[in-house]
């Protein structure tokens, strides 16, 4: 939410709402999830934090097609959206990174993993030219925000369950 709720952590890229694509695609839809249903939001500034790395491809190509598969599309998304370069600008990023792990804690957000913090602030909505933002403002309703991670857990969980579902399904 780049700037807002909360500001990405020094040595991260300065990524934010309006980098982000769910959001920004169908603003008209954003703002009625966000003025009606009160949902629980993982900004970018968060998700930043995990990722994908070169130490996990091993592990997912040893364990089936579908590691397989996510190894060859991690790599192939590095190479074509420069992510390699990206540590040496931002030294917070791991040096190994393939991709971030946007969707994936989003969804171990929403099924309650215990590795995030989960804060109530008041946000309210903003227009920043054609895209939806979110500022902390006192006296605005409360919305539930993930500020923090575990990362290294999450991503050795994350791991874990592919490397499980892959083998599973050979």
């Known amino acids: 939410m ?3 709720v909360p500001a990405p952590a020094g040595g991260l890229p300065p990524w934010g709402m309006t980098d ?3 959001v920004q695609q ?8 966000f003025g009606r249903c009160a949902p629980t939001v993982v900004p970018v500034s968060t998700a930043l934090r995990v990722a994908v790395r070169r130490r996990h491809l091993a592990p997912l190509r040893s364990a089936g097609a579908l590691g397989t598969l996510l190894a ?3 790599e192939a998304h590095a ?5 390699p370069e990206l540590p040496s600008i931002y030294p917070a990023l791991p040096s190994d990174l393939l991709n971030f792990q946007y969707d ?3 969804c171990a957000v929403a099924i309650g993993w215990d590795g995030v913090t989960l804060r109530d602030l008041p946000v309210e909505l903003s227009s920043e030219g054609s895209f939806v ?3 902390e403002r006192d006296g605005a309703p409360t919305m539930r925000i993930a500020t923090g991670v575990e990362a290294e857990r999450f991503e050795d969980t994350w791991l874990d369950a592919v490397v499980r579902a892959s083998t599973r399904a050979a």
Not at 26 to 33: E, F, H, N, W
């Open 104 to 106: 994936p804690l989003a």
């Open 133 to 135: 933002g979110m500022r």
């Open 79 to 83: 190479r074509e959206n420069g992510r």
């Open 72 to 74: 060859d599309q991690a």
């Open 2 to 4: 780049g700037g807002h």
């Open 20 to 22: 982000d694509f769910n």
């Open 26 to 33: 169908d603003t008209t839809a954003a703002r009625i999830v």
